[in-house]
């Protein structure tokens, strides 16, 4: 069983750069690929990062690539998502998502196993 815990969401402005942190339980934690996603209201949830168990492949969506950045510390079981240059269209609530043992890295949410309670991001001026 692993537990996820999302941080670091808040309200700012276009242009300006907010980093998100997701810290797991346990201590499977380097065998785990880890995803973010995010759902805006009326939306279905998309694929944003995923970055694989020892952070060899990373896999953005093709509106955030140059802009995003997925990394990870298995020393502190957390994965970071680095979000620069936020856009109004970047709103939404982001949940990281933790993949079974030894999986790879994966754009599907049926893929992970295990969610984080999600935290809002809202950029606007």
């Known amino acids: 069983q692993v537990q996820l815990e999302t941080s670091g969401g808040g309200l700012v402005q276009p242009g300006d750069s907010l980093r998100l942190s997701c810290t797991a339980s346990?201590?499977?934690?380097?065998?785990?690929?880890v995803g973010w996603f995010r759902q805006a209201p009326g939306k279905e949830r998309e694929f944003v990062a995923t970055i694989s168990r020892n952070a060899a492949s990373t896999y953005y969506q093709d509106s955030v690539k140059g802009r995003f950045t997925i990394s990870r510390d298995n020393a502190k079981n957390t994965v970071y998502l680095q979000m620069n240059s936020l856009k109004p269209e970047d709103t939404a609530v982001y949940y990281c998502a933790a993949s079974r043992p030894y999986s790879g890295a994966s754009a599907d949410t049926r893929d992970y196993d295990y969610w984080g309670q999600g935290t809002q991001v809202t950029v606007s001026s």
């Open positions: 346990g201590s499977t934690f380097s065998s785990i690929a």
